[in-house]
Structures are given as structure tokens and as C-alpha cells.
């Protein structure tokens, strides 16, 4: 998989951000893509290969399978970076649009590289989506496995399997390093979020407060 747009997309809309804006993007290349590219995605990669029952019965393993991984943890990791980054395309056609349009009228930007004006409402926007589709994912994985938790053993018993099987998951504690590790830079980037939104909002407020009080010291 290729992850050449998404480190553009990102790196694009880092002129735009903030401090904290850019300590997300850092965390988003370092912390989650690359060691989703140098280590987790081996670590998945024959996951149902390894995945044995105690029983050959035609089918059984299979089903047992799905059961307890109805999404595979590496490809719902991959969609959720992808989801998480798309928000920064609002910020990067709002930016191209302000551009194009500056261009036209022969104005140059008051103020280039700076969240003002629509950027403002464009960016708020996107940290708000980045927020709630993290919480999503991370409400999906504890749906979709019944908590953070990897386990060695799972007891089967949907047909075909004749009866009560016992099924063994391969390498479950590194799996389980990489699923808290998972968990922990998403709630970092949901704290990261929120941080920049408050933050930003501050900002706007205060400067808006003191335009005023000004014009009324005039």
C-alpha cells in the first residue's frame, strides 16, 4: 500500500497548522504510519494461517475465524489513518481555493500561512471530524472484540464445529502491545484535538474581545 498521498496531504496542511496541530502530524507519521509500515503490518500479515483449532473439521476453523475477527485489526488500523487524515482536505482545498482566488485579483495574502478568516471556520471544522471519527474507531474496536484485549485461547462452538473447540491465536501478547499502543496514540490525538480546538477558539474569542474593546476606547 502506498502512503505517498496521505504523507503530502498532511505535510500540505502542517504550513497551516499550529504548535499542537504539528506535534498531531508528527504523531500521525511517527508513532502511526510508520510503525503501522515497519512493524504491526507483519505482525497481522498471516493471521488466519496462524490462527488453530483443536479440531480439522471442515469449515470450523474458518468460521471460528470470522467470529472473533470480523475485521481484520491491521485493515480497520489502515482505514482508520486514512479517515482521520481525509478531514485535512477541507483545510487544503479551502487553502488552494484562497490562493486561486488571491491570484485572480492580484492581492497578496495579508497574512500567508496563517488560520484566519474562513480558514478558521474550514480548520475548526476539520479538528471536530478528526475528533469524532477517532472516538468512532476506537468504539468500534471495543464493539467489534469485546474490549482491548487480545486472548490466547477463545472457545468455539458455531456449526460446523461438532462441539465446544478450543482455538489458539499466534503471537497474542505482541498483537496485544500493538492494540494498546493503538489505543493510546488515538486517545493522545483525541487530547491533541481537542487542545488545538480549544485553543483556537480561545484565540478567535480574545481577539474578537479586544478588537471591540478597542473600537470603543476610540
Not at 33 to 38: E, G, I, K, M, P
Not at 128 to 149: A, D, M, Q, R, S
Amino acid at each position: 500500500m502506498s502512503w505517498g498521498f496521505l504523507r503530502d496531504l498532511l505535510s500540505g496542511v502542517n504550513k497551516y497548522s499550529t504548535g499542537i496541530g504539528r506535534i498531531w502530524v508528527a504523531i500521525v507519521f511517527m508513532f502511526r504510519l510508520l510503525v503501522y509500515v515497519a512493524a504491526a503490518e507483519n505482525i497481522w500479515k498471516y493471521e488466519h494461517d496462524e490462527f488453530e483449532c483443536n479440531i480439522k473439521q471442515p469449515g470450523c476453523e474458518n468460521v471460528c475465524f470470522d467470529h472473533f475477527f470480523p475485521v481484520s485489526h491491521i485493515r480497520l488500523w489502515a482505514l482508520q489513518l486514512i479517515i482521520v487524515s481525509t478531514p485535512s482536505l477541507l483545510v487544503v482545498f479551502h487553502v488552494a481555493y484562497r490562493e486561486n482566488r488571491q491570484k485572480h485579483n492580484q492581492k497578496p495574502c495579508r497574512n500567508p500561512g496563517k488560520i484566519d478568516g474562513g480558514l478558521l471556520c474550514t480548520y475548526l471544522i476539520s479538528l471536530i471530524l478528526k475528533t469524532g471519527f477517532e472516538i468512532v474507531f476506537l468504539v468500534l474496536f471495543y464493539k467489534l472484540y469485546n474490549g482491548f484485549k487480545i486472548p490466547r485461547l477463545v472457545k468455539c462452538d458455531i456449526r460446523p464445529c461438532p462441539n465446544t473447540v478450543d482455538c489458539y491465536i499466534s503471537k497474542p501478547t505482541e498483537k496485544m502491545i500493538f492494540l494498546y499502543f493503538l489505543v493510546a496514540t488515538s486517545c493522545l490525538c483525541i487530547i491533541l484535538n481537542l487542545s488545538e480546538l480549544s485553543y483556537l477558539i480561545f484565540k478567535h474569542t480574545t481577539k474578537c474581545y479586544l478588537k471591540k474593546y478597542m473600537k470603543k476606547q476610540q
